[in-house]
């Protein structure tokens, strides 16, 4: 899945007693069809070994994706309850490093 600035889709990773799984979540009613599923890496990932100069023409594009740790403490705390972006709530190891950070 590509990376949008504003996602349509949230990505998560389901830790089971017997086997962890992704689950996919499509934020309706944002999806048409044949539109391009998208999700927010900065949501995803810690601190990316490839970040990229993000050209996803979202509005609130945010530029440079490079991992939440790498967002400033406001654009991290857009994420909180979903944030005023509409970026997806945190979840993972991402969650786990905003509270160990005092974020969440
Ligand atoms: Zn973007």
Redesign the pocket.
Known sequence: MN????PNCQLEVVDTAEQPYLRVTVRAPRVQPSELLTIDYNAMEIDMTCPFD?????V????W?SGFSNLSRAEQEEYIDGGATGSPPLTGAVKTWAEEHGIV
Do not use: D
């Open positions: 990376h949008s600035c504003e993000c050209q996803c023409g979202a609130r594009c945010r530029g994706v």
